[in-house]
């Protein structure tokens, strides 16, 4: 597609459930990176691959967060054991080069933890 | 520690004049300034950028300042038009690593 998707664009969760949120960057993207994003904040980042490789995951908040790209394409990020402050939008971004500024972000996922 | 900080949650401009967006950073190693621009249900999109080797980028209506000494720039618009009412962000980098963002302005333009 011509833009970066993600999926779903909402999410319920009850504490306590694990979920997946996909990313679908541009094609030939080799950079993708995820954000955080919390109600009046700004974007918070989460994660950097490069191709298949993860190169940065500090901004991770927690073990119960885990990331892939096993093919240097789609990209899904899971939370296991939601909780309320995992509550957020996460933001996914791809880019050509790597590293590369010339991010084009998706529209998010909403999560919403009850 | 916020090492980006946009210290107006909202600003309201008429149509027509000058709309300044302000933002101080902390961290001397940033060498990268962007602003981005949000609209309601969508992603953050690229609106104009600047290296730290300069201290003003002008791109249309859109210019960033950027001054070293005091860790501060600002994004002007001019004229502001009704479209330009949206959320800004901006957000800074280390040798085009990760980016750190502001907490944003919620700007609005009155007709």
């Known amino acids: 597609g011509a833009g970066v998707s993600q999926s779903p664009r909402y999410k319920v969760a009850k504490r306590g459930q694990d979920v997946a949120l996909r990313c679908d960057p541009i094609?030939?993207?080799?950079?993708l990176f995820w954000y955080q994003q919390a109600l009046g904040q700004g974007p918070e980042f989460l994660t950097y691959?490069?191709?298949?490789?993860?190169?940065?995951k500090s901004g991770l908040p927690s073990d119960r967060f885990f990331a892939e790209r096993p093919e240097g394409s789609v990209s899904t990020l899971k939370i296991q054991r939601t909780q309320q402050e995992d509550s957020a939008v996460y933001l996914c971004?791809?880019?050509?080069?790597?590293?590369?500024?010339?991010?084009?972000f998706g529209s998010g996922t909403r999560l919403t933890v009850v | 520690d916020q090492q980006v900080k946009q210290n107006s949650p909202s600003l309201s401009v008429q149509e027509g004049r000058i709309s300044i967006l302000n933002c101080d950073y902390t961290?001397?190693?940033?060498?990268?300034f962007l602003w981005y621009k949000k609209y309601p249900a969508e992603g953050p999109t690229f609106l104009i950028s600047?290296?730290?080797?300069?201290d003003k980028n002008e791109d249309g209506r859109f210019t960033v300042f950027l001054n070293k000494s005091a860790k501060h720039l600002s994004l002007h618009i001019v004229p502001s038009q009704p479209g330009d009412s949206a959320v800004y962000f901006c957000?800074?980098?280390?040798?085009?690593?990760?980016?750190?963002f502001g907490q944003g302005t919620r700007l609005t333009i009155n007709p």
């Open positions: 600047i290296s730290s080797i300069k």
């Open positions: 957000a800074a980098s280390v040798k085009a690593q990760k980016l750190v």
């Open positions: 691959f490069q191709n298949e490789a993860q190169l940065d």
């Open positions: 971004a791809s880019s050509k080069d790597s590293p590369n500024y010339g991010y084009t």
């Open positions: 094609s030939g993207h080799v950079s």
């Open positions: 961290n001397s190693m940033f060498d990268y």
